[in-house]
Nanobody, 120 residues
């Protein structure tokens, strides 16, 4: 059974920090690229950050570059998103996504989402 379980969301004041975690099971996490997305109701889903299975390639959206950091611990089957200097516009549901790096075993798995609210 595939599971991507997110945690760490919540309410934070502008300028604050939060770390999201996504712990995975039921698929080969250590062979998967992992990504974080967010979505605001009524708006399109936004890709925020991605990291390859060996952490060799990391990419960020311009909207979060220099504020957010993606990392992973393959021994714990967990990917993280460290968020700092949070702004009200960062308020969204944040989703974890695991994707195959092999054309011979394609997959695309999603977490349930976790709410992040940035407000004073």
């Amino acid at each position: 059974q595939v599971q991507l379980v997110e945690s760490g969301g919540g309410l934070v004041q502008p300028g604050g920090s939060l770390r999201l975690s996504c712990t995975c099971s039921g698929f080969s996490f250590s062979s998967s690229s992992m990504l974080w997305y967010r979505q605001v109701p009524g708006k399109e889903r936004e890709q925020l950050a991605g990291i390859t299975s060996d952490s060799g390639d990391i990419r960020y959206a311009d909207s979060v570059k220099d504020r957010f950091t993606i990392s992973r611990n393959n021994a714990l089957n967990t990917v993280y998103l460290q968020m700092k200097s949070l702004k009200p516009d960062d308020t969204a549901i944040y989703y974890c996504n695991g994707v195959s790096e092999s054309i011979f075993d394609p997959y695309d798995y999603w977490g349930q989402g976790t709410q992040v609210t940035v407000s004073s």
